[in-house]
């Protein structure tokens, strides 16, 4: 039987201004951008909450894709509504507005036919939504956790439950350092790979992602793996970026047949090629017309770019 | 006949102050970072001036590290003074005072010995400067420049003139874009190849540098290569990274048979392992005890954070 992948998250309408347009009614949500990302790989189940208004299009669309929504839940009221600004350099927005409405009373409920399901992502959401994912799980074998600055400023000792749970982190630089009051890398890695997850991706954005990969009396310099991003010829929208990162990577996981340290390589370098197919169009759009065929030709020359020969 | 490197840039006594640390009158200076750097591979004429309180003992090591300093002159006066203060995150400073004092009135005059010397690093100094040694030298294999964004802005067309008229140009990813009015990467760089520089070394300090070799009608993404950092147990002093990576970059090449973009490579990744030693240690610490063996050791690493096996 083939592989699944659960993701917990968030499902959005966007709206969304860079300075190369900007676009309404998006779709958005970090369950949305790993799902999408992911079912090039693998199939996914996607466990959210939209509202009434959520566009039906959108539905056939995950439906298309192969996207399991059983476990979306189509609720009275309105949808999660972001509205964002990039700034010239795209490195930084203005949040215009965050409307919660339905994703404000989301609880999480997993369906029977997915608590089985082995491989599990769980979406930047509140860490005691992504405690309750995991209660309902009965066979975790692989689970991955992202996060963001808020929940370790407000709700730091349940993040910190959850990271003891899981097997991989996503994070990024200035949160990793938050986290572990450390100073340098080397030292923050190696005190949160000592309070859980063997695995730890730090996204750096358009400067790539580091994996480090915790295996005892190594050099650590030895335990990372470095992936530099693909160079788009122009990136439009940012939004999404980490998600689909983590989807590509993921998704690459589920497929593989063993969780080798040249696995999760090569699954760091699949998330950093999603992420650069996502940056290039507004909203979801750069991950609508992906094969196969596309996402190795970028793959080859990504490889290329570190490559001596 | 050994290949031979001529640098001409700064010579300073600088005040640093980190998060780890201060320390009054370090050596430093763009020449004598590339200089101590690239002294590791090739033999180095260093072409500056600094004043009668330059400290002895800075000779006798320049001298000690086999540094042709017929070129630097001693002048009636005081040294180029700098003092900078590192913010905590160490990736930005505040300049506490520049000094100027003789470096103010430098005529680089180079020494009848040095004018055949195939390898040249122009430092960071004046457009107009570079324009005069380059003036000065009879037969020039490889010019490699470095400029700051201080230059684009008041000396533009003095700095273009100096660019059309060598084989690489050192750069960060922000001037990169002042220079060009692009605002992509790879349109910044076909832009600014095509006047004149073949060779482009991104600077993207703790993200690492990209090399772009100009071929044409190949996939611009075939013209780059990346190179990470070395990731250091801990950073103490950031200052003179840049001019390191550039000495270990050209002293490198200067001890290749062949430019190839090979050698390029691996002159990319030298650099990045001579930018990451010297962080390690306030001024020009970190450069000086150094042999082939830990910068082997070093490079192997490095490799191995990009090798999937």
């Known amino acids: 039987m083939q592989n699944k992948v659960l993701v917990v998250g968030s499902v959005a309408l966007d709206d969304v201004e ?10 958005g949500g970090s369950a949305i951008y790993f799902s999408l990302a992911a079912s090039c790989f693998a199939r996914v189940q996607l466990v959210g909450v939209a509202g009434q208004d959520y566009p039906p299009q959108a539905l056939a669309l995950l439906h298309r894709k192969k996207i399991d929504i059983e476990g979306l839940n189509i609720v009275p009221g309105e949808t999660f509504r972001w509205g964002g600004k990039y700034h010239t350099d795209m490195n930084h927005r203005d949040t215009l507005y965050t409307y919660l409405n339905v994703f404000a009373d989301f609880k999480p409920t997993i369906p029977e036919r997915y608590r089985q399901t082995p491989f599990i992502f769980l979406g930047n959401i509140q860490p005691s939504l ?44 200035s949160e990793l350092f938050e986290l572990t009051n450390q100073r340098h890398l080397l030292s923050a890695l190696s005190e949160l790979h000592h309070t859980g997850p063997r695995i730890i991706v730090i996204k750096k954005g358009e400067h790539g992602a580091l994996l480090s990969y915790y295996k005892k009396d190594r050099n650590p310099v030895r335990n990372l793996f470095y992936a530099p991003v693909y160079p788009v010829r122009q990136a439009t929208d940012p939004t999404g970026a980490g998600d689909s990162f983590a989807g590509g990577f993921l998704g690459y996981l589920t497929a593989c047949s063993r969780i080798s340290f040249r696995a999760l390589k090569k699954a760091t370098l699949y998330g950093s090629i ?3 197919f996502v940056v290039e169009g507004f909203g979801v759009d750069g991950l609508l017309k992906l094969n196969a065929t596309k996402i190795d030709q970028r793959y080859r020359l990504l490889r290329r770019m570190v490559a001596l020969k």
């Open 130 to 173: 992504q405690l309750e994912v995991l209660r309902q799980m009965q066979a975790p074998q692989f689970v991955a956790l992202d996060t963001m600055n808020l929940w370790i400023n407000t709700a730091r000792s349940e993040l910190m439950e959850v990271i003891r749970q899981v097997h991989l982190l996503m994070i990024n630089d």
């Open 274 to 276: 999603m992420g650069s």
């Open 18 to 27: 860079t300075p190369f347009g900007r676009r309404d009614n998006a779709l």
